[in-house]
């Protein structure tokens, strides 16, 4: 079946611009995480969403960033007054029952 | 606080030789465990996973890894690497549920035919 699939695939913005990036978990799973991937830091849980629960946001930076998930499917993290620190690949996972995280393919972001 | 280590970033083998990537974890309560890795332009793939049960856990592509809970260990092994393997390798925990995975740091590993 369909993985999960992430939008864009690439993205350049100048600093202080907004960005949304766009996640489709896989059918049917209700966990969908976001984490990012950079050369300093590795890979960093940011917020997770679990049916309908409240969001964990205890991973994300800054109050720039925010995620919401609309219908308990697709999800959108957005990045306000994008800095150069917030250059790097942002994944997206989703999971059934709290077994595995299946990850897309990510967005990667780079501000100028 | 939740963590997991790497203790290799870097390794560098021949092809056929063997493989021992370390992991440590440090967690409170029920852990479990997974190796992802992320070949060169893709995303990343879950490995193999510990829940409970068999501490010995086999994976894809002949990947094994061993849950040593006395050491806070999961160190993923594969007897005989192929030029294929060359990849980034990730350990990563979480206690049980929907919790959020906290990754390692990574082992960029390189198989030279």
């Known amino acids: 079946g369909a993985g999960v699939s992430q939008s864009p695939s690439n993205k350049v913005t100048e600093k202080g611009k907004d960005v949304e990036l766009r996640c489709d978990p896989i059918?049917?799973?209700?966990?969908l995480y976001w984490y990012r991937q950079s050369l300093g830091q590795g890979l960093e849980f940011l917020i997770y969403f679990q049916g309908n629960s409240a969001p964990d946001k205890s991973g994300l930076p800054s109050d720039r960033f925010s995620a919401e998930r609309t219908g308990g499917s697709v999800s959108t993290l957005t990045i306000q007054r994008t800095q150069q620190e917030d250059s790097a690949v942002y994944l997206c996972?989703?999971?059934?029952?709290?077994?595995?995280?299946?990850f897309g393919p990510g967005t990667r972001l780079t501000v100028t | 606080a939740q963590s997991v280590s790497q203790h290799n970033h870097h390794v560098i083998l021949s092809e056929a030789a063997s493989l021992e990537l370390g992991c440590n974890y440090s967690y409170g309560g029920t852990v479990n465990l997974f190796w992802y890795v992320q070949y060169p332009g893709q995303h990343l793939q879950l490995l193999l996973k510990?829940?409970?049960?068999?501490?010995l856990v086999k994976g894809i592509k002949g990947f094994e890894a061993e849950f040593i809970k006395s050491k806070f260990s999961f160190n993923l092994r594969k007897p005989s690497v192929q030029w294929s393997d060359t990849a980034e390798y990730f350990c990563?925990?979480?206690?049980?549920?929907?919790?959020?995975?906290?990754f390692g740091t990574g082992t960029r590993l390189l198989v030279s035919p």
């Open positions: 990563a925990a979480t206690n049980t549920g929907f919790q959020k995975l906290v």
């Open positions: 996972a989703s999971s059934n029952q709290g077994y595995e995280q299946y």
């Open positions: 059918s049917g799973h209700t966990a």
């Open positions: 510990y829940f409970s049960g068999d501490p």
